[in-house]
């Protein structure tokens, strides 16, 4: 085989090799907007863990939102089988402040002005600049199905 034909297989198996890791493991994306600031920055680039399946209170996640035509990333609040709401100002999950937004206060509801129970794989999501989020208080994103997360946000440092 010829140096040029070496170097062109070289090439085809990095590209698949990245196409596959970018499909099923990882993938870098673009934090785009400052709904997650000051956790991300606008246009901070971070990387999409695929494998990660087991969601947990505090879990960063990107998911994919026909109603607001992209993906977003957001903060899981609330787990299948938990209750959230937004009483005084307070966000709470099973009747108990959240640690994740202990100092804000709620100026908008929205969707969590009652009490939510998730059923299975449902979550509800904040993004940390509550003030300026679209989430899960909204009707244009709401309950968030485990079927709509693509993977776990991980942050460079």
């Known amino acids: 085989m010829s140096k040029k034909n070496r170097l062109l297989l070289a090439i085809i198996v990095a590209v698949g090799l990245s196409y596959i890791v970018s499909q099923f493991y990882f993938q870098m994306m ?5 709904s997650m600031h ?6 901070q680039i971070v990387l999409l ?10 879990d960063v996640i990107a998911f994919r939102s026909e109603t607001l ?4 990333v957001k903060r899981i609040v609330g787990c299948p089988g938990d209750k959230v709401e937004i009483k005084e ?10 640690p994740f937004y202990a100092n804000q206060v709620f100026e908008y509801e929205g ?9 299975e794989q449902q979550f509800i999501v904040i993004g ?4 300026e989020s679209k989430d899960s208080r ?3 994103v709401g309950i968030v199905s485990l079927s709509d997360i693509l993977g776990k946000v991980i942050q460079f440092r």
Request: charged share 25%.
């Open 69 to 72: 035509d992209g993906v977003i």
């Open 138 to 140: 909204y009707d244009e």
């Open 128 to 131: 940390d600049n509550i003030s």
């Open 111 to 119: 969707l969590l002005k009652t009490s939510l129970k998730l059923g």
């Open 30 to 34: 673009v934090v785009i907007g400052d």
């Open 38 to 43: 000051p956790t991300f920055r606008k246009y």
């Open 49 to 58: 863990d695929k494998q990660s399946k087991d969601y947990i209170a505090g």
């Open 89 to 98: 100002g307070v966000l709470l999950v099973n009747d108990n402040p959240s």
